[in-house]
């Protein structure tokens, strides 16, 4: 079982930055995917942004160039780094997990089916 926590929502203007955290311990596996997802009621959890443990990354076309996703193994922590946040960047934000114990060919993907542990979410509320 992994458990994640994430952190560091809040209240922010638009063009303002923020950087959520999220509490991961899955850095003592050989294989894992790290995403965040986001929320707003009423319609679909869209993928954000991904990473693997090789360090290969994707990005949703709407936050490229605007969020950073990054891990630190030795705090067991995965970061998103939002700048030049928008209005439509409101959502409850949720990191995702899958891992295995072997060594696999993982690539970074914004799908919820391609994650099996999630956490409890961080909202972030864009002010105009």
């Known amino acids: 079982q992994v458990q994640l926590e994430e952190s560091g929502g809040g209240s922010v203007q638009a063009g303002g930055s923020l950087r959520l955290s999220c509490e991961a311990a899955?850095?003592?596996?050989?294989?894992?995917?790290l995403a965040w997802f986001r929320q707003v009621p009423g319609k679909e959890r869209e993928g954000v942004a991904s990473i693997v443990n090789d360090g290969s990354t994707v990005y949703a076309d709407s936050v490229k160039g605007r969020f950073t996703i990054s891990t630190d193994s030795a705090k067991n922590t995965l970061y998103l780094q939002m700048n030049s946040l928008k209005p439509e960047d409101n959502a409850m934000y949720y990191c995702a997990a899958r891992v295995r114990q072997y060594p696999i060919a993982f690539s970074p993907l914004l799908s919820p089916t391609a994650m099996d542990y999630w956490g409890k979410g961080t909202l972030v509320t864009i002010s105009a």
């Open positions: 899955v850095f003592s596996y050989a294989t894992y995917r």
